[in-house]
């Protein structure tokens, strides 16, 4: 059975928490992107939770168009990564344009050592009905994320 309860949504927090808590043994991680979020709020229920909460975590989110409820999302810990703005950059397909998707997030922020860093969410079409059905989508997002990159690379 696959319907969300209380203590399912419970475990899913708990195991992932513990998940992102057992990348370094040392300390929590700096940065995490989050794929097939709900909402922000379980978001703030991951960070508060009792493996993340030392890590003072900012969290930066944005709800996608995704009619699945299914958006992209952001956890840093705000003593090693200083937020500075955020963008979503909105995936439409001429081509189907009744589809809706995850948007991109992109993320700049300031090191401690004062340098700059940009961060791409990205949770692309999945290829479940095969290459040929996704690839189109698929580049079409690659495409987005490139000309954004390209920005940032010409600004610098």
Do not use: C
């Amino acid at each position: 059975d696959k319907k969300w309860n209380t203590d399912r949504y419970e475990k899913k927090i708990r195991d992932l928490s513990l998940v992102i808590k057992s990348i370094n043994i040392n300390e929590l991680p700096e940065l995490v992107g989050l794929v097939e979020v709900e909402n922000k709020k379980v978001v703030e229920e991951l960070v508060n939770s009792n493996n993340l909460k030392g890590g003072d975590y900012g969290i930066v989110h944005e709800e996608s168009p995704d009619a699945r409820g299914i958006d992209v999302a952001l956890i840093y810990r705000k003593p090693e990564f200083k937020y500075l703005k955020h963008e979503k950059i909105d995936v439409k397909f001429d081509f189907e344009p009744e589809t809706t998707t995850r948007d991109i997030l992109y993320v700049k922020g300031q090191l401690t050592n004062n340098e700059m860093l940009h961060v791409f969410v990205n949770h692309w079409s999945s290829r479940r009905d095969g290459m040929e059905a996704s690839e189109p989508k698929r580049t079409h997002a690659a495409s987005l994320l490139h000309a954004k990159v390209d920005s940032i690379v010409k600004k610098r």
